[in-house]
């Protein structure tokens, strides 16, 4: 019998408003409000409402056979919050079937595995914390940001506790090896893998809707048929996608959600298939070999690399300009600031640099504010110029900046001083012309 792991990717980021040369160190407010309110509106009514909605009942209609697993990022959660808080309702609604399973990532979609390993402790932490606030769970299984991974990073989250990570079925990484089996890591297998069909997934997520694809229309029969003719041996398949695929990418009108309900409740009746959360996977299947990843992969792409977010000069100055800070940040207690620093570490900032063009449509098509890379770089850069001119009031660089937070800090209070005694000597004024036009009546 095979497995089919169904899991959904869900993230937004706070996308930064245009901020000019002139602002820095003349306002601290960095976050275009309006865009992301309206694409987060916009993507809760056409995606991750109608989808819950259609989850859940199928949940009940076929009465827990039906699984699924999401990887919520913090910020998306954090603009659930601020613009469709009954979206969060809805993610507890289905985390109370016992059908759901919630991965554990990075908080920010960060890159932070990549460059900064006490960071990246620290985002997944926060991450998790939020994850069982909200749904009661602990997650279990990892899947980092842009499914990037490598032996050595694999090493690492399984010291941080996890038993199983998600990645991509590269190519590069398999070659003649299938992706429907569970793998362990190479350098520690203690760590089980997860590698996910990309081409399965990706029928879904960029394909579905395509009139020109040989395959269209697909349909729930003609999709199950294709799992069934997989060779028998191969026992998990595991289709992962951005869940906004679901009436974004791919439209209502499409089809898509009949497609899913019709798939899931073929699957379920078919006597070789069953759904199975990553973590049920983990424990009821045996790991075929290890898997070799000695060079970083990612979902991205037909390269499956790091290019899209650190391919040119531009994205790694701006990536090794963050990171310097973080070292600094782990001292700073500035709530606003910690905030700030969190945001500046997503990975969509990046991806906004990128000047490749995607053969296949990316796994980040998060809507992109800005007309080229240049541009969206040198926004970044303002931003970060911002950030660090507060930083360093707060948690200076070296002995200068020490004296000049100093000096800062002491012409603040004299200009609150000045502005209080002003405010004293106006009103003693005020009283004063009071105090006269009542004597001279």
Not at 140 to 151: A, D, K, L, P, Q
Not at 295 to 315: H, I, P, Y
Not at 346 to 359: N, P, V
Request: neutral net charge; proline residues 3%.
């Amino acid at each position: 019998m095979k497995s089919i792991c169904l899991l959904f990717q869900v993230h937004q980021p706070f996308r930064h408003r245009r901020y000019r040369f002139f602002d820095i160190g003349n306002d601290h407010y960095y976050y275009d409000d309006y865009s992301n309110d309206a694409i987060m509106r916009r993507v809760a009514d056409q995606s991750y409402l109608p989808g819950n909605k259609l989850l859940l009942e199928l949940i009940d209609k076929l009465q827990g056979k039906f699984k699924v697993a999401f990887s919520i990022t913090g910020t998306a959660i954090e603009q659930f919050e601020l613009y469709a808080p009954e979206v969060i309702d809805s993610f507890r609604d289905l985390a109370k079937t016992g059908c759901v399973e919630f991965l554990s990532e990075t908080y920010s979609h960060s890159l932070s595995s990549l460059k900064d390993l006490d960071t990246f402790k620290e985002q997944v932490k926060l991450h998790d914390e939020r994850i069982f606030g909200l749904f009661g769970q602990k997650p279990r299984v990892f899947r980092n940001t842009e499914m990037i991974y490598s032996n050595e990073i694999g090493e690492l989250i399984s010291k941080l506790g996890y038993s199983a990570v998600l990645t991509e079925g590269a190519r590069q990484v398999l070659g003649w090896k299938s992706p429907n089996f569970l793998y362990v890591n190479a350098v520690n297998p203690r760590l089980k893998v997860l590698m996910r069909n990309f081409k399965l997934s990706d029928d879904l997520a960029f394909r579905f809707s395509n009139g020109n694809w040989l395959e269209h229309p697909l349909t729930a029969e003609k999709y199950i048929g294709w799992l069934t003719k997989l060779d028998k041996k191969e026992e998990l398949i595991n289709l992962f996608l951005s869940y906004d695929a679901l009436g974004g990418r791919q439209p209502a009108e499409s089809g898509i959600f009949d497609f899913l309900e019709a798939f899931a409740v073929k699957a379920v009746a078919h006597k070789d298939l069953t759904f199975t959360t990553p973590s049920e996977a983990v424990e009821r299947l045996q790991p075929v070999s290890a898997v070799n990843v000695p060079e970083t992969v990612s979902w991205a792409d037909e390269e499956r690399d790091l290019t899209a977010w650190l391919g040119n000069g531009m994205q790694r100055e701006a990536f090794n300009k963050l990171y310097d800070l973080s070292k600094r940040m782990q001292r700073c207690n500035d709530k606003k600031l910690i905030k700030d620093w969190n945001y500046l570490q997503e990975s969509d900032h990046f991806y906004y640099m990128s000047t490749k063009h995607s053969l296949d449509g990316s796994s980040n098509r998060s809507e992109n504010p800005f007309d080229s890379p240049y541009e969206a770089f040198i926004n970044y850069m303002n931003v970060l110029s911002d950030f660090k001119i507060r930083l360093n009031a707060v948690v200076p660089e070296n002995e200068t900046e020490t004296e000049l937070a100093m000096l800062h800090r002491i012409i603040e209070e004299k200009d609150e001083r000045l502005k209080k005694l002003e405010a004293d000597l106006n009103r003693l004024q005020q009283a004063k012309k009071a105090g006269k036009r009542k004597v001279s009546k």
